[in-house]
């Protein structure tokens, strides 16, 4: 088992930033992919971004290609999303997820573990 904790999110104005983190506790020895998708009110779970054990790969959903950066420290156990230039319609609750196998997708049923989410609102 995997448990996952995001922090990091709040109120910010569009153009601003926020830095999300994803911490993992329990089974972390194994590789594991880690991604973060998003929720807004009335709207399906969206795929925001990606990254492979290494960090060597990563996958970004074109609405926040070039705004949006994940990182990971393995050493930490923490994945993180730096996002910069924020826009209204960005605002959505966000969830870190765990993929064993360490093997990158969009595909949000395909991730084995998920946090609980952290809200991020986007005023304009």
């Known amino acids: 088992q995997v448990q996952l904790v995001e922090s990091g999110g709040g109120l910010v104005q569009a153009g601003g930033s926020l830095r999300l983190s994803c911490a993992a506790s329990?089974?972390?020895?194994?590789?594991?992919?880690m991604a973060w998708f998003r929720q807004a009110p009335g709207k399906e779970r969206q795929f925001v971004t990606a990254?492979?054990?290494?960090?060597?790969?990563?996958n970004y959903a074109d609405s926040v290609k070039g705004r949006f950066t994940i990182s990971r420290d393995n050493a930490k156990n923490t994945v993180y999303l730096q996002m910069n230039s924020l826009k209204p319609e960005d605002t959505a609750v966000y969830y870190c997820?765990?993929?064993?196998?360490?093997?990158?997708?969009?595909?949000?049923?395909?991730?084995?573990?998920w946090g609980q989410g952290t809200q991020v609102t986007v005023s304009s």
């Open positions: 329990g089974r972390t020895s194994s590789n594991y992919a």
């Open positions: 990254i492979n054990w290494s960090g060597s790969n990563t």
């Open positions: 997820a765990a993929r064993r196998g360490g093997i990158v997708t969009i595909m949000w049923s395909l991730y084995d573990y």
